[in-house]
T-cell receptor, first 115, second 113 residues
Framework: GAVVSQHPSRVICKSGTSVKIECRSLDFQATTMFWYRQFPKQSLMLMATSNEGSKATYEQGVEKDKFLINHASLTLSTLTVTSAHPEDSSFYIC???????????FGPGTRLLVL | GENVEQHPSTLSVQEGDSAVIKCTYSDSASNYFPWYKQELGKRPQLIIDIRSNVGEKKDQRIAVTLNKTAKHFSLHITETQPEDSAVYFCAAGGSAGGFKTIFGAGTRLFVKA
């Protein structure tokens, strides 16, 4: 099956700093990618839809100025957590649909810890 | 938008017994229903999926059923083993919704040896 990578896998940062997470589709092109957040013992909550060449679409309750999304190419989407705070500590997972297979592929996730 | 409900939140079974997890969805346009298994600290792993043009799909000990009219779909695991212990998520989405996938709340399955 197709492969989606994420980088970094784990990051620890100080409160107030910004963190960038990359999501790449390695062997297929993805005009759309999705960003999810998962808090401990909870489900994956969709944060936003990343659209190649246009603005991201954010789910209700997700601050677009805090979670900046850029989808500059057909294989790369980035999520930047700006001015991170301890409550932003979570597991961030991206996914990309392979439209030819009509299947979603998930990245391995990025564990963010904000001190 | 799509809303997916999943039950039960926790399920404990004896090794060898069957486990059933049920989900409902709200958006009749959804046409793809995957099930994921997530072990602690890892990404969700797709274990089986079903599309809206079929009512049932089976893969060894795992089967999924779909009732489009009632907007219900279920995961059935037979002859459970301790290694089946994990959190299972149902989800709904598909091409009709731009491949946006919405997850259920998850079911923590414990298989007791």
């Amino acid at each position: 099956g197709a492969v989606v990578s994420q980088h970094p896998s784990r990051v620890i940062c100080k409160s107030g700093t910004s963190v960038k997470i990359e999501c790449r589709s390695l062997d297929f092109q993805a005009t759309t990618m999705f960003w999810y957040r998962q808090f401990p013992k909870q489900s994956l909550m969709l944060m936003a839809t990343s659209n190649e060449g246009s603005k991201a679409t954010y789910e209700q309750g997700v601050e677009k100025d805090k979670f900046l999304i850029n989808h500059a190419s057909l294989t790369l989407s980035t999520l930047t957590v700006t001015s991170a705070h301890p409550e932003d500590s979570s597991f961030y997972i991206c996914s990309a649909p392979d439209r030819a297979e009509e299947t979603q592929y998930f990245g391995p996730g990025t564990r963010l810890l904000v001190l | 938008g799509e809303n997916v409900e999943q039950h039960p939140s926790t399920l404990s079974v004896q090794e060898g017994d069957s486990a059933v997890i049920k989900c409902t969805y709200s958006d009749s346009a959804s046409n793809y229903f995957p099930w994921y298994k997530q072990e602690l600290g890892k990404r969700p792993q797709l274990i089986i999926d079903i599309r809206s043009n079929v009512g049932e799909k089976k893969d060894q000990r795992i089967a999924v059923t779909l009732n489009k009219t009632a907007k219900h779909f279920s995961l059935h695991i037979t002859e459970t083993q301790p290694e089946d212990s994990a959190v299972y998520f149902c989800a709904a989405g598909g091409s009709a919704g731009g491949f946006k996938t919405i997850f259920g709340a998850g079911t923590r399955l414990f298989v007791k040896a």
